[in-house]
């Protein structure tokens, strides 16, 4: 059937045209949803009017918001348009994203965004920014290498070589063939970790964390200061002879905006850096120092459980964080302000109720940060429960408020709760 395809191109030249004139009317369905798509301020949040036979009004409210970020796709980027995507806490995927701005319009209304955001005036030109992390070409080249996605796809490469040399000349097409999608598959893992973090930039903002990223595609995240809800360092076993970690975070609305590689991209605040600077940008998102925290290892008896990484189960909490690590081959370094728990629960199998151990989660937003303390003896594990959920309760009275540039609002003095306060006190 494919050799009489190629032989009679008919067919192939319907295909063509049916799958050009499915282009063209998508290009002019989104010319017209463009063109039908208004937006405005609406008191204290964004409203967004859409859609042109159903119409749509949407409205995102400035104490939400968790990012702002600035996409430039390769058609966007030769034309000069953006697109603009805000993440709000609770949002099962990006809210209400505008497709298309010009190149200024987007960066202006992200810097109005976030200054509304933070409280202040809404004319307030986008904030000076200072560089805290650049990964250069040649360290991003060797990250790559030296990745399992790599590593995989040149030994896919070797085997459907040496099948090609061994194999007889018929079965050569069926072998390559069946090859074609793993190999695929290596080549996208590839992609994924040089060409979408090409030219990666970390820097600092009063408006918070700023990243830019992209070879063809690039991306301008922003992160406001206190939307962090966890971070994950992680070094994966080639890295380690490098020195090398990444640095991955939990925001709220990413997790809901994308599942899988598609939700790292978007969580990845270091793609490949020294352990050094990872730990010290670390403490700067944070303000809080992980390796100053003294880790308690598990019992011995988690060996049954875990046999080769059951050493390196470990955890500790102090006044501001949780530190949970793990990973014998890959290395995990998992740290969650208290201020940012959800909730924390404790979960038991039948293989641990026989071992007598336990284990504790501390829940974020979903993510790639998940903070699991793992085999803990169960009295232990009631106790941190209590003492953490306690931890939290504390810890948000004193976390960064929602519109961080504005001073919070002192606390009431107990026993001025029923309106017999002193006339010259305020709470506002």
């Known amino acids: 059937?494919?050799?009489?395809a190629l032989r009679d191109p008919g067919p192939i030249g319907i295909y063509l045209v049916v799958g050009l004139g499915f282009a063209v009317l998508a290009t002019i369905a989104g010319a017209v949803s463009w063109w039908f798509t208004r937006y405005g301020f609406d008191g204290d949040a964004l409203r967004i009017d859409s859609g042109v036979l159903m119409r749509r009004s949407r409205r995102v409210r400035m104490d939400r918001l968790q990012a702002v970020d600035v996409n430039r796709p390769l058609v966007g980027r030769l034309l000069g348009v953006s697109e603009l995507r805000m993440e709000v806490a609770g949002g099962g995927r990006s809210e209400a994203p505008l497709r298309y701005l010009s190149g200024d319009d987007a960066v202006r209304l992200r810097a109005e965004l976030l200054a509304r955001a933070a409280g202040i005036d809404a004319d307030t030109p986008e904030a000076p920014e200072r560089t805290v992390h650049q990964v250069n070409l040649d360290r991003l080249a060797w990250s790559t290498v030296l990745?399992?996605?790599?590593?995989?796809?040149?030994?896919?490469?070797?085997?459907?070589?040496?099948?090609?040399?061994?194999?007889?000349?018929?079965?050569?097409?069926?072998?390559?063939?069946?090859?074609?999608?793993?190999?695929?598959?290596?080549?996208?893992?590839?992609?994924?970790?040089?060409?979408?973090?090409?030219?990666?930039?970390?820097?600092?903002?009063?408006?918070?964390?700023?990243?830019?990223?992209?070879?063809?595609?690039?991306?301008?995240?922003?992160?406001?200061?206190?939307?962090?809800?966890?971070?994950?360092?992680?070094q994966p076993l080639l890295w380690r002879l490098k020195g090398w970690a990444e640095v991955h975070v939990d925001v709220a609305g990413y997790a809901g905006s994308a599942s899988g590689e598609a939700a790292t991209r978007t969580s990845t605040l270091l793609p490949v850096a020294p352990l050094e600077d990872a730990q010290g940008i670390t403490r700067q998102v944070l303000h809080a120092d992980p390796s100053s925290v003294k880790l308690f290892p598990a019992p011995q008896r988690s060996r049954w459980l875990r046999p080769i990484q059951w050493s390196r189960l470990a955890y500790g909490t102090d006044e501001k964080i949780v530190v949970v690590r793990e990973g014998r081959f890959t290395r995990r370094l998992v740290?969650?302000?208290?201020?940012?728990?959800?909730?924390?629960?404790?979960?038991?199998?039948?293989?641990?109720?026989?071992?007598?151990?336990?284990?504790?989660?501390?829940?974020?937003?979903?993510?790639?940060?998940?903070?699991?303390?793992?085999?803990?003896?169960?009295?232990?594990?009631?106790?941190?429960?209590?003492?953490?959920?306690?931890?939290?309760?504390?810890?948000?009275?004193?976390?960064?408020?929602?519109?961080?540039?504005?001073?919070?609002?002192?606390?009431?003095?107990?026993?001025?709760t029923d309106g017999d306060a002193d006339p010259g006190a305020s709470n506002e």
Do not use: C
């Open 1 to 4: 059937m494919g050799q009489n």
């Open 335 to 416: 740290v969650v302000p208290h201020a940012k728990t959800q909730s924390v629960r404790m979960t038991q199998g039948p293989i641990q109720r026989a071992l007598k151990l336990s284990s504790i989660h501390v829940d974020t937003t979903p993510g790639p940060v998940n903070a699991i303390i793992r085999h803990r003896p169960p009295d232990e594990a009631r106790r941190f429960v209590e003492e953490q959920a306690e931890r939290a309760r504390l810890a948000r009275r004193t976390d960064v408020p929602e519109q961080w540039m504005t001073r919070p609002a002192p606390d009431v003095v107990e026993g001025n």
């Open 147 to 234: 990745s399992g996605g790599f590593v995989f796809g040149v030994l896919l490469l070797a085997a459907v070589l040496v099948a090609l040399v061994v194999a007889p000349g018929a079965a050569r097409i069926g072998i390559l063939t069946s090859m074609l999608p793993g190999l695929l598959a290596a080549g996208y893992v590839l992609w994924t970790q040089l060409g979408r973090n090409f030219g990666f930039i970390l820097a600092d903002s009063p408006d918070g964390f700023r990243i830019r990223k992209g070879l063809l595609d690039t991306q301008h995240q922003t992160v406001p200061p206190g939307r962090v809800q966890g971070v994950l360092i992680r």
